[in-house]
């Protein structure tokens, strides 16, 4: 398909009207996605609650779509699980996984047991498009694969006075910011004669043909540069508040923390939510799931929390197959400001980053390519690329790649423009991009089964003297994530988890935690022993044991920022 007949395409689907169920086989517009958010609100109106989360920079309104079954409960008395994607703004088929995982869980509610059980157990927060500006600006501006990925917030990144002021150009206005190269003997690279549209390395004695210049431009601003400096930059996912670093240090992070509009309103809204135990930011791409901590000197996290971690990692690697469970700082590279950062450290949740996409899955065979370490010294990795070209030939006909044309370029005098198109390298073609967003949707379902569960069970109630009672209570937690993560315990970021015991009639004379029923072995507490801090492991029980002298009903409360509140009231007899 030519870039003009791609185009009409985009532009037919995006003049469809949205209905749910919806559909996965385009991208949606910035606008489509506000659409598609309102057709579930209004299919779903008991269950779901569309929310203006802020405004961007451009004041386009970032929308949260929260989740909840009111005949199971008030969305605080839920565990919390929070769904982002898009806060890059090119990383638009994060928002297609939010957007399915929410039709998946609404429009299969009542229909498939799996479905039911993690709708009734959790309330889902899902923000589909962090970035609004970038996704908007990224379908309708000239744009490479990995343009349009900050905030708009300009800035001069080449430090001349001026913002912005020379940024890529489309000089041939075909919608895509491709490459442009130059004829040159003393060049390092040359075409490569199993397929003319693609450049290999010389090697050592070899005659070169051609220099890569970078991508599509002019110089704007006439300093004798091109494309110094460009849109931005500020990076929304360098910009959170913990572990913020300036800019010297950390590309993007912006003049201060929470300068992004969009950033500054997610914040708010999710430190008001203080159920989210479980959080998901996806972003691509490369087939990876990472956990924190984002930096080395933060150290490794507490081994409680990387048991969950790994025990869900492990999981999600078997249904999103090819995606790896790693570790960003140390097996990516180190970031600071990012968002799970944030999120693990002040909202007191589990998080990962979902990196969607493997280009190495677009090969004309359908098998997997080897990902694509062995780069030659200039970047270029032919094979790869080859088998990519045969993918955009053979299987999806073409839109993939522009093929190489002259050029006049003012600067450069007669040059080449082609390349990679915007839509290609880091998004699934549409045709494959139902595979990941149910697989990556999954992962997140499968998560959801794993919140804290807590159940009360008062075991005993046993008179022990003429106006003593002896009460064991066993609170036990059917999930996988304990009541309040290991890293919120150590940060002491909220009120702990509480057993409490109280009666009009009853007095708790002690109280403590029951370490062996059968020696009698209990830690009691000295102070206020009716009042118990507490962390429900994951599963896996805590039992505590009160002494209570009167009469009368009493009642046990268990209270947790994470997973809820229950009670129980027993009779003193
Ligand atoms: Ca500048
Ligand atoms: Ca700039
Ligand atoms: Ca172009
Ligand atoms: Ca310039
Ligand atoms: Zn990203």
Redesign the pocket.
């Known amino acids: 398909m030519t870039a003009a007949l791609t185009a009409l395409a985009i532009v037919l689907i995006q003049a469809q009207e949205v209905k749910v169920p919806l559909r996965f086989d385009f991208y949606y517009s910035y606008e489509k996605v506000v659409e598609a958010l309102k057709a579930l609100n209004t299919a779903y109106p008991e269950m779901t609650k569309l929310d203006q989360v802020g405004k961007s920079e451009e004041g386009r309104i970032i929308w949260a779509l929260t989740i909840n079954n009111p005949k199971t409960g008030e969305p605080f008395s839920k565990p919390g699980v929070y769904v982002d994607g898009n806060i890059h703004g090119n990383e638009i088929q994060a928002s297609e996984v939010c957007l399915y995982l929410a039709n998946r869980l609404l429009t299969n509610y009542g229909k498939l047991k799996e479905i039911t059980e993690v709708v009734d157990r959790n309330v889902y927060y899902i923000i589909p498009v962090v970035n609004v500006d970038g996704r908007a600006h990224f379908f309708d501006d000239a744009n490479n694969p990995s343009s349009n990925r900050g905030l708009r917030i300009?800035?001069?990144?080449d430090r001349d006075g001026l913002?912005?002021e020379d940024g890529p150009d489309d000089v041939d206005g075909d919608g895509n910011i491709t490459t442009m190269r130059i004829r040159d003997t003393l060049g390092r690279l040359r075409t490569d004669p199993s397929d003319k549209r693609l450049m290999i390395a010389i090697k050592p004695g070899e005659k070169g043909e051609w220099t890569r210049l970078g991508q599509e431009g002019i110089d704007n601003d006439g300093d004798g540069v091109v494309n110094e400096?460009?849109?931005?930059?500020v990076d929304g996912n360098r910009n959170w508040g913990y572990n913020w670093q300036p800019p010297y240090v950390q590309r993007g992070a912006g003049n201060y923390p929470f300068e992004g509009s969009g950033i500054k309103a997610i914040a708010e809204w999710m430190l008001v939510r203080p159920n989210i135990i479980m959080v998901f930011a996806f972003h691509n791409n490369g087939g990876m799931y990472l956990r924190g901590p984002s930096f080395k000197a933060a150290g490794e996290l507490p081994q409680g929390d990387i048991s969950v971690y790994d025990y869900l990692g492990k999981n999600i690697e078997k249904i999103v197959p090819g995606y790896e469970y790693l570790i960003s700082w140390k097996d990516l590279y180190s970031t600071y400001g990012d968002f799970t950062d944030f999120t693990n450290n002040l909202v007191g949740s589990y998080s990962f980053v979902g990196e969607l996409f493997q280009v190495e899955t677009e090969t004309f065979d359908g098998t997997m390519m080897r990902k694509q370490e062995e780069r030659s010294m200039f970047g270029e990795s032919s094979d790869a690329e080859r088998q990519r070209l045969l993918f955009n030939d053979n299987v999806v006909q073409g839109g993939q790649f522009v093929e190489w044309k002259a050029y006049k370029h003012p600067l450069y005098g007669d040059i080449e423009v082609g390349g990679w198109t915007k839509m290609s390298s880091r998004l699934p073609h549409p045709f494959m991009l139902q595979d990941l967003v149910h697989r990556n949707a999954s992962a997140v379902i499968f998560t959801a089964q794993y919140t804290p569960k807590v159940v009360m069970d008062v075991f005993e109630v046993k008179k022990i003297d003429s106006d003593l009672w002896r009460v064991r209570v066993r609170l036990v937690n059917e999930g996988v994530m304990p009541s309040v993560t290991h890293a919120s315990m150590k940060n002491k970021l909220y009120p702990p988890d509480i057993l409490s015991l109280t009666g009009s009639g009853a007095k708790v004379v002690s109280g403590g935690v029951l370490k062996d029923p059968y020696m009698e072995l209990v830690d009691y507490k000295e102070y206020r022993p009716e009042v118990q801090m507490c962390q429900v492991p994951g599963s896996g029980k805590t039992e505590y044991q009160f002494l209570v002298s009167g009469k009368g009903s009493i009642e046990l409360r268990f209270e947790s920022a994470k997973a809820g509140k229950i009670s129980k009231t027993v009779a003193l007899k």
Request: aromatic share 18%; charged share 45%.
């Open positions: 300009s800035v001069d990144d913002y912005d400096d460009g849109e931005g930059y």
